[in-house]
């Protein structure tokens, strides 16, 4: 049922790798090394400068995939994958965007399971991609149905 | 283990033991990522999703994860990290994260990674291909 959305994709958004949010997303993982939030030792390290965690991107905004109705519940995270060029560095701006990279249904413990795969990205300036990630979301026969309706 | 480049296929990084999880672990991370799921604070939302209780957030165990290889930072950098979400994590649960170097190609170092709840079942699993800088 969404296969009709391949390929469709969100129009880039300005994000900045916000140093308070970096600190705090680090807190939340209880991964608080110095690296993340210190800047002398981001200084003195050969980034010159703090960085974010890998995981980071979560928080940014990737915009919105015209007619992509996906519900706010009853979905399951499958699979996540992040690739990189080099680390996100604080205070840097990052353009990002998704999109539908596939869609494909197969028979799971719960009926016919749907796979959406969205893929994402963030870009320098220059428009480098600095990261991208792909997100396996399952969704349930019983979630379809209701979002047939 | 101080550097990466000493470790030998077959070698681990040291495992961590997260503190048990707690629910202000979840709610922390649902302000920090923007994910305010509420099956993952709410009893009430997560009974009506017909699970017995809130879970973690898969990416909250993911991002638990990466910290093995934080304090690796001027050595190189995390390129690759892909998971599969294999189980919910649980309140009180007691997650255990562990990777394990399988190949070395410069400058590249492919390690297993999994997260293993107290019962010793995996909660996630994959792999993280980090890039070692020119040495």
Redesign the interface.
Known sequence: MFNDQIGKQSNKVKNAVERG?VK??A?????L?P??FDEETGRL???RNN?A???FP??FDYGTIEGLNLP???L????????????LVVGEVVYCYSKVKNYFEKKGNFGQMGFLVLESFGEDEAGNVIFSSTSTIVISEAVRKVLVK | MSTLTQLQVGESLTEVQ?EPVSRM?LI??S?????F?P?HTIDDEAKK?GLPGIIA????T???L??LF??Y??EG?????????KGMVFLNDVVTLRATLTEKQDPLLRFKVQAVNQQGNEVLKGEVVYHQ?GH
């Open positions: 949010a705090k997303f807190e939340a993982i209880g991964d090394h690296i993340y390290s050969r980034y960085i965690p890998p995981t979560r928080i706010n519940k009853g399951i995270h499958g699979e996540q994958t992040f690739h990189y060029s080099r680390p | 997260l672990d922390k991370y302000g920090a990522s923007g994910d799921n099956i999703a957030h898969g990416m909250w993911m991002g638990n990466a910290k934080t304090a930072y001027e950098f995390i390129q690759d990290y892909s998971i599969r979400f800088y």
